[in-house]
Structure formats: structure tokens, C-alpha cells
């Protein structure tokens, strides 16, 4: 028995095949990129829950510097005013120990 294939047969047979492997090798590249793009996503989670955390942080040592600046700025203006030495020591310590207690408080 004799099979008998024409050019276009062949042809036709031959574009068949790299379609069925182009398709298989599309689902391949489909599923790699879902896998890819839920590696991603968690990245994207953690670097938002870190910049959340770090913005909070940086809110409470602003919160924290302005303190220390005004306890600053009350013991310049005591010195300045003659103020009472007392007074003006009594200021300069409440600046140090919340100073200690921003240090302290981010370790």
C-alpha cells in the first residue's frame, strides 16, 4: 500500500504541527506569567505595608522634633528674657529627656 501526499498536503500537515507546538508553547508562557504576576502582587503588598509603617514612624518623629524644638525655643527665650536660671534649666532638661525618649522610643 502507497500513501500518496501532495505538496500542499505536507505543507498543510507541516503548518498544522508548529500551530498545535505554538499553542502549547503559548499556554506554557500563560501559565508562567500568572505565577509571575502573583509573585508580583505580594511584592507590591509587603512594599506598601513597609511604606505604611515607615510614614507612621516618620509622622511620630516629626511629632517628636517639634517637641523638642519648642523646648528649645522656650529655653532660648528664657536666657534671652533674663529669665529665671531655674526655669530656663528646668526647660533645657524637659528638652534633653524627650530627646532620650525619641531615641529610646525607635530602638
Known amino acids: 500500500m502507497y500513501i500518496h501526499l501532495t505538496f500542499n498536503q505536507i505543507l498543510f500537515l507541516i503548518i498544522t504541527i508548529f500551530l498545535v507546538w505554538f499553542l502549547i508553547q503559548g499556554i506554557a508562557v500563560l501559565k508562567n506569567l500568572s505565577v509571575t504576576l502573583k509573585h508580583t502582587n505580594s511584592i507590591l503588598e509587603d512594599s506598601n505595608r513597609i511604606s505604611k509603617i ?42 534633653v529627656v524627650a530627646l532620650k525618649n525619641l531615641v529610646v522610643r525607635n530602638k
Do not use: M, P, W
Open 54 to 95: 515607615t510614614a507612621d514612624r516618620v509622622e511620630v518623629l516629626d511629632d517628636a522634633i517639634d517637641g523638642f524644638t519648642d523646648s528649645l525655643i522656650v529655653v532660648k527665650e528664657s536666657i534671652k528674657g533674663n529669665q529665671s536660671i531655674i526655669k530656663a534649666i528646668t526647660n533645657l532638661v524637659n528638652a
